[in-house]
Nanobody, 117 residues
Framework: QVQVVESGGGSVQVGESLRLSCAASGSGFSFLSLGWYRQAPGKQRELVAYAKSTEGPEYSDSVKGRFTFSRDKNTATLQMNSLKSEDTATYYC?????????????WGQGTQVTVSS
């Protein structure tokens, strides 16, 4: 099994910054991709940013230029600048992992980000 642990959420004002962190662990697993998704109340979960192990990050249009995603093997961070009220959501780290030829998807428990004006 893979464990996914997120940290760094909180409450901030519009225009401020937050940094989210994600760490994946699991014996014998290769972590093929790590990414951040978010889900606001009453809305579907959506991609924020992710990166495969061999490629650079990709971002949703709504966060380009404001958020920066970085990963290093089994950890991923999301630096969120110039936050807007519409960024308010629960943020989830998603990990695609492989072991012995099998692919699996794992989610963290979620961390709340609240942006108020």
């Amino acid at each position: 099994q893979v464990q996914v642990v997120e940290s760094g959420g909180g409450s901030v004002q519009v225009g401020e910054s937050l940094r989210l962190s994600c760490a994946a662990s699991g014996s014998g697993f290769s972590f093929l991709s790590l990414g951040w998704y978010r889900q606001a109340p009453g809305k579907q979960r959506e991609l924020v940013a992710y990166a495969k192990s061999t490629e650079g990050p990709e971002y949703s249009d709504s966060v380009k230029g404001r958020f920066t995603f970085s990963r290093d093997k089994n950890t991923a961070t999301l630096q969120m600048n110039s936050l807007k009220s519409e960024d308010t959501a629960t943020y989830y780290c998603r990990v695609r992992a492989a072991r012995a030829g099998e692919l699996s998807l794992y989610w963290g428990q979620g961390t709340q980000v609240t942006v108020s004006s």
